[in-house]
C-alpha cells in the first residue's frame, strides 16, 4: 500500500504564502500523476493542481499564477508553493497520486492539511 503524508498547511494572513509538501512512501513501484485537491466547507472537492510524471503542470483558473505544483521524484513528493493567498483559498488540501504496485496502478488520497487564510 500507499501512504501520503502532507505537511506545511497552516494559519497565514491574505497575501502570505505557504508551502505544502506531500511525501510518499510503502510499497509501490512508482508514482504517475501528482495533485493537490482541495475542499472548503460544505463543498466538494476540487482539483487545484496536477503534475504528471514527465512535470506538465495543470492548474484550476483560480490559482494560476499564484501556486506553482512541483515535485521530486528522488524523494517521491510533490509540493505545493501558495503566494498571495486570499480567503478564498481556505480549505483542507489533500495529496493526490497515483502509484503502481504490484497489482496495478491506483489512486492514493493524504489525510488533508488546513490551510487557513485570514486577518
Known amino acids: 500500500q500507499v501512504q501520503l503524508v502532507e505537511s506545511g498547511g497552516g494559519l497565514v494572513q491574505p497575501g502570505g504564502s505557504l508551502r505544502l509538501s506531500c511525501a510518499a512512501s510503502?510499497?509501490?513501484?512508482?508514482?504517475?500523476?501528482m495533485g493537490w485537491y482541495r475542499q472548503a466547507p460544505g463543498k466538494e472537492r476540487d482539483l487545484v493542481a496536477s503534475?504528471?510524471?514527465?512535470?506538465?503542470?495543470n492548474y484550476v483558473d483560480s490559482v494560476k499564477g499564484r501556486f506553482t505544483i512541483s515535485r521530486d521524484s528522488t524523494k517521491n513528493t510533490v509540493y505545493l508553493q501558495m503566494n498571495n493567498l486570499k480567503p478564498e483559498d481556505t480549505a483542507v488540501y489533500y495529496c493526490n497520486a497515483g502509484a503502481r504496485i504490484w497489482r496495478g496502478s491506483f489512486e492514493y488520497w493524504g489525510q488533508g492539511t488546513q490551510v487557513t487564510v485570514s486577518s
Open positions: 510503502g510499497s509501490f513501484f512508482w508514482l504517475n500523476a
Open positions: 503534475i504528471a510524471s514527465g512535470g506538465m503542470a
